[in-house]
């Protein structure tokens, strides 16, 4: 725990796995939506994002993570195997004879929407919208934001009217989707305001394939820049999930998150005053040496693999168990259709993001 500047934010920096678990879990620590100088500008977006349970705490946040966790069950999501699994072979089996693929734009992207898409209750003929509104949001949303955030504004305003006709459709003419369990009434009469309603579906859309795609190509790299890894998955397919808490671990999606202190607390011998603010950097914790042994090996069986790429606590991530089985199927599956897939050249370019993993491109043939 150090007092630290990340991008012109100040705060407690936090690198450590012990410390982060520790924030992540302890009632002290609160989470708080960051409200940029420029907000003015911003104003559907800040709204948006203050209704997201992401930046909720309880009573509020229980009480929405409960209603969402309800149509956002392992039978939904179990649901969707065959569908992941036919969207991935449909999917390779289209860039399998032109002998080479940008696996972000060409599969991982594609399936990991047409997945939240289909439990949301997306039609595919609205797919295309959503990859660059919801990257604006995201680079909005960016500690390194630099630019005005006008587009991110724009962005937000969009996917707001698409979702606000959609709930209003599915409420009369409901469908077995989320967006349709959501909008009527949980068994106790409980149920989300529109506000909520609008923000979780944003939440889930962004949250749902921007994360999971970086997964699928980070994880891909990792393999092929370890080719004696990726020769032990090829021989033994059923190593895909420790194969693929290892991608978490090794290159996490998710880099970054924040929370600020409700009360004085002490961690790790210092004191966090109230209202003083944390970055606690997952993608750090996850190479601590003092918590995982050989930190910088990416090793596919790797147990335990404790990792915090999907976060802890009350906040830990709603959508693990459908990132893990997409990552899971996409990386089987395009190992077992493209057997000799290599890098199409050594200059891979990380995106300038701060809170998340992402390249720019991944070409392979
Ligand atoms: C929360 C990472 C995929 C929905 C989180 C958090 C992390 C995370 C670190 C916790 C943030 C915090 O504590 O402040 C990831 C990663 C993913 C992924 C690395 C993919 C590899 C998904 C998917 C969905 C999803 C596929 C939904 C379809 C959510 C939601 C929350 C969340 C709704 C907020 C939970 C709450 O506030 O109670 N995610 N996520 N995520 N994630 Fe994910």
């Known amino acids: 725990v150090q007092r630290g ?5 100040d705060g407690w920096v936090v690198t450590g796995y012990k410390e982060a678990l520790h924030i992540l879990k302890h009632p002290h620590f609160k989470t708080r939506m960051p409200i940029p100088k420029d907000s003015k500008d911003n104003k559907r977006l800040i709204r948006i994002q203050k209704n997201m349970m992401l930046f909720k705490n309880p009573p509020d946040h229980t009480r929405i993570r409960s209603l969402v966790s309800k149509a956002f069950t392992p039978h939904a999501i179990e649901a969707v195997r065959t569908s992941i699994e036919e969207t991935a072979h449909q999917l390779l089996v289209r860039v399998q004879d032109a002998g080479e693929m940008e696996v972000k734009s060409d599969f991982a992207f594609p399936l990991a929407m047409a997945t939240i898409a289909r439990i949301l209750g997306v039609s595919p003929q609205d797919y295309p919208q959503f990859r660059k509104r919801a990257d604006l949001l995201i680079r909005t949303t960016d500690l390194t934001r630099t630019e005005k955030t006008l587009d991110g504004e724009a962005a937000a305003s969009e996917l707001l009217d698409y979702f606000r006709s959609l709930v209003k459709y599915r409420l009369h003419y409901p469908e077995d989707d989320l967006i349709s369990k959501l909008v009527g009434e949980a068994d106790d009469g409980d149920k989300l305001d529109e506000d909520e309603l609008l923000a979780t579906c944003i939440l889930l859309i962004i949250a749902g394939h921007e994360t999971t795609v970086n997964l699928i190509g980070n994880g891909v790299v990792s393999l092929l820049k370890n080719p004696d890894q990726l020769i032990k998955l090829k021989e033994e397919p059923s190593l895909i999930r420790s194969a693929v808490e290892e991608c978490l671990r090794f290159e996490s999606p998710t880099q970054l998150t924040a929370r600020f202190a409700a009360e004085d607390t002490e961690v790790g011998g210092t004191t966090i005053k109230s209202g003083e603010q944390i970055y606690l ?15 910088d090996i990416f090793d596919i069986t790797r147990e ?3 990792h915090l790429a999907f976060g802890t606590g009350n906040h830990f991530c709603l959508g693990s168990a459908l990132a893990r089985l997409e990552a899971q199927i996409a990386i089987n599956t395009l190992l077992q259709q493209l057997p000799n897939l290599r890098l199409e050249n050594d200059r891979l370019q990380w995106r300038r993001l701060f809170g998340f993993r992402s390249l720019e491109e991944l070409p392979i043939s």
Do not use: S, W
């Open 281 to 295: 950097l997952l993608g750090a914790a996850n190479r601590d040496p003092m918590r995982f042994t050989d930190p």
């Open 5 to 9: 500047t990340l991008i012109k934010h």
């Open 304 to 306: 335990p693999n404790p």
